[in-house]
């Protein structure tokens, strides 16, 4: 089975210090030896050849990685439908070079209060938010807002979805996942979240509530299907297995991508995809948005399906 998107990290290195990343704390991130673009155009033809349709470019801050710009333009070129979330710092520097070469252009808002926003991202960007959607815009540029859920910030929610009606734009609910010790969303926060679906300009993924609901991966009947469905390439030009979250294995890729994938090496990991020990209650939505879409007869599909929808009526709203 074909895989569909590629999670490529171009960079770790980050110049926000948000409360529920772990990424920027780690100083190794920023002496990481990048990749050249040479390497990504490889690994881009390879992936094309393995079927991948949806390429996310990710970091860290993607567009701290200097060649971006050129990673976009040679994805679009090969026929990948796009994507790319920046906490705004830097887009403005790269809005007209990146237009045309994006398809699902996210900015990070935490709240739609700038001294709260700016004290959760640890920096001052909620002004380079606010310019970059009207930069967005005005090179008729299609961009959304994405604001991660916490258990703390749920109640700050009519207050964004009121952010998103008076600026027409789309808002992307990411519920935040357990990782690295921080805390999940709770199963309450889940239920009080499930109750904004119909509002205009939100969208979120309610497969993903329900998963939550249901207490995440069940590693003896696994929803996850993370290396069959997405590849993860590392910045120094690794394939991370069997995810970026959790990547135990790492194979160098010397410009032989489809060769690595399809190795046994990989296809043995595949038969273990969401049965670790550590895939036992995962909700990380990386992987399991291509997971819900394979499990055609699953009980997640059908809320998939209504959520993908919805997603798609409200940017055409916006």
Not at 151 to 176: M, S, T, W, Y
Not at 247 to 260: G, M, P, Q
Not at 271 to 296: A, H, L, Q
Request: net charge positive.
């Amino acid at each position: 089975m074909r895989p569909i998107q590629c999670n490529y990290y171009v960079t770790l290195r980050c110049n926000s210090r948000c409360e529920f990343c772990n990424i920027w704390k780690d100083k190794r991130n920023f002496h990481l030896k990048e990749q050249s673009i040479e390497d990504v155009k490889n690994n881009l033809r390879d992936l094309k050849k393995l079927g991948v349709k949806f390429m996310d470019f990710t970091g860290g801050e993607p567009l701290l990685y200097s060649p971006i710009v050129d990673a976009f333009r040679e994805a679009k070129k090969l026929g990948f439908y796009t994507a790319l979330t920046t906490n705004c710092l830097l887009y403005p520097k790269y809005a007209a070079e990146l237009r045309g070469l994006v398809d699902i252009l996210q900015f990070s808002l935490d709240s739609a209060n700038e001294k709260e926003h700016n004290a959760i991202r640890g920096v001052a960007s909620y002004q380079k938010v606010i310019e970059s959607i009207k930069i967005a815009k005005e090179l008729k540029e299609k961009p959304s807002i994405i604001h991660t859920v916490t258990n703390q910030n749920i109640g700050d929610l009519p207050q964004l979805i009121r952010f998103a009606h008076e600026n027409k734009i789309l808002l992307v609910l990411n519920p935040c996942f357990g990782y690295f010790g921080n805390e999940g969303i709770s199963k309450g926060t889940a239920k009080t979240l499930r109750k904004y679906f119909d509002e205009k300009y939100v969208a979120f993924d309610l497969a993903n509530l329900e998963l939550i609901l249901d207490g995440g991966n069940n590693i003896n009947r696994p929803i996850c299907k993370a290396v069959s469905s997405s590849v993860v390439i590392s910045p120094d030009n690794y394939l991370l297995l069997p995810c970026y979250h959790h990547a135990f294995k790492k194979i160098r890729i010397k410009n032989n991508l489809f060769e690595t994938y399809n190795s046994d090496e990989v296809q043995k990991l595949m038969k273990f995809e969401g049965r670790f020990d550590f895939c036992r209650n995962c909700t990380v939505y990386c992987y399991m948005r291509v997971s819900f879409y394979r499990n055609v007869f699953g009980k997640y599909f059908l809320p998939y399906i209504k959520s993908g929808c919805k997603y798609i009526r409200e940017r055409f709203r916006s």
